[in-house]
């Protein structure tokens, strides 16, 4: 199972990006999606996640209204798009495949994790 994270860089703060995660060898339409984040120095955190039928999603306070997350069953590919970025939005962004939606928020929650992409936001 292999979950390839791109789509990071470096933007200012109000800018705009989207991520993207192509996963291979699982399901993908079995599986929910989730984001995470680690910013330097700190834990890991939820950011958003997504049913397998992208009929419900979920985000982290921080990001609601600013983010959205969906996904391509077709492509095996999930999307975050991060709009009005802030400082506080600099961090590693992971993404995750789980077979369950409960406990979406813990990072326990998820069987496979991609790489992390980098995502830095100068004010």
């Known amino acids: 199972v292999q979950l390839q994270a791109s789509g990071g860089g470096m933007v200012q703060a109000g800018g705009s990006l989207r991520l993207s995660c192509t996963t291979s060898?699982?399901?993908?339409?079995?599986?929910?999606m989730g984001w995470f984040r680690q910013a330097p120095g700190k834990e890991r955190e939820f950011v958003a996640a997504?049913?397998?039928?992208?009929?419900?999603?979920l985000f982290a306070d921080s990001v609601k209204g600013r983010f959205t997350i969906s996904r391509d069953n077709a492509k095996n590919t999930v999307y975050l798009q991060m709009n009005s970025l802030k400082s506080e939005d600099t961090a590693v962004y992971y993404c995750?495949?789980?077979?369950?939606?409960?406990?979406?928020?813990?990072?326990?929650?998820?069987?496979?994790w991609g790489q992390g992409t980098l995502v830095t936001v100068s004010s």
């Open positions: 060898g699982l399901t993908f339409g079995r599986h929910n």
């Open positions: 995750a495949a789980s077979g369950g939606f409960a406990g979406a928020e813990r990072s326990q929650t998820y069987a496979y």
């Open positions: 997504i049913t397998w039928r992208a009929s419900t999603t």
